[in-house]
């Protein structure tokens, strides 16, 4: 599916400004934990929808508890907001949460959905990241100021994958499945611009400045931490999914906004003593 450069956008809708609470679903997350800080520090009030909200907090931040998926809780959270930072996310049901958000925005009169997605959502045939396609259909036929930003995998999620890789006897090396992971921070950093300007549409995707596979994500790990070489074993990845990988269907090679921060860096980074690090 391709999106419309710019979206149809309410007249109404206008940049997000302090004396309104800005709404962020999965505040608590990953990224989150990015994002959050950025918006309060620009001076916006921040409301953040939760399942478990934490039992201390003083951080400024308004914690609203709800469920998506079943609809609890969502009505109170966007009243009174004009605009929602979507960045809940799960292995399946994203597609159901993000009509239900999107039900209930409308209904609030939400003049700007800001939704993160996923680099190959209308390339790469699997279920999970059907959900992300379908929930960026709903926003952007939702009638609501929106604005859409794919991101490639983070360096965080390739770190806990590579961290499981290599606890195995041998290192499955699945052929052809290149990754361009990209800091969290960064993608943090243009969504809190894209969420305090005007609704955007579908923006260019944001990737990580180098393309890698996962036996050379897996030795730079390696060397970080002294890990001894394993064995390699060659998978062939099957089906549809596999030729889309194999082809690059999961990345962005040309058009993106490219991170800064590489994969060595940020092994790095988490390698310095505490302290130490940024």
């Known amino acids: 599916m391709t999106h419309p450069s710019t979206p149809s956008t309410p007249s109404s809708s206008t940049p997000s400004n302090p004396t309104t ?7 608590t997350g990953t990224l989150g934990g990015h994002v959050v800080p950025l918006l309060r ?5 921040v409301r953040i929808l939760t399942r478990r909200p934490p039992s201390a907090a003083d951080d400024g931040v308004e914690y609203v508890t709800g469920d998506l998926l079943t609809g609890a809780g969502v009505d109170a959270a966007v009243g009174g907001v004009h605009t929602v930072l979507h960045l809940a996310g799960g292995p399946k049901g994203d597609d159901e949460a993000t009509r239900t958000l999107v039900r209930a925005a409308a209904r609030a009169g939400v003049r ?7 680099v190959g959502a209308d390339t790469v045939p699997l279920a999970w990241l059907r959900t992300k396609l379908e929930s960026e259909r709903a926003i952007a036929e939702s009638g609501i100021g929106w604005t859409v930003l794919r991101a490639a995998q983070f360096h965080e999620l390739t770190l806990t994958m590579v961290e499981k890789m290599s606890k195995l006897p041998v290192l499955p090396v699945p052929g052809g499945l290149r990754l361009q992971p990209v800091a969290a921070r960064e993608v943090a950093e243009r969504l809190a611009e894209l969420t305090l ?21 897996a030795g730079s790990y390696r060397e970080v931490h002294g890990r001894r070489r394993r064995p390699r074993l060659p998978v062939r990845l099957p089906g549809k999914a596999g030729r889309a990988y194999r082809s690059g269907a999961n990345l962005t090679l040309a058009g993106a906004l490219v991170s800064k921060l ?5 092994l790095a980074e988490r390698a310095e003593p505490a302290g130490c690090g940024r």
């Open 112 to 118: 700007h959905l800001v939704y993160i997605s996923v």
């Open 41 to 45: 520090a620009a001076g916006h009030q």
């Open 197 to 217: 300007a005007e609704p955007s549409g579908r923006v260019p995707d944001m990737t990580g400045p180098e393309v890698h596979d996962l036996a050379a994500l």
């Open 21 to 27: 609470p800005l709404l962020v679903t999965g505040g």
């Open 262 to 266: 590489t994969w060595a860096e940020f």
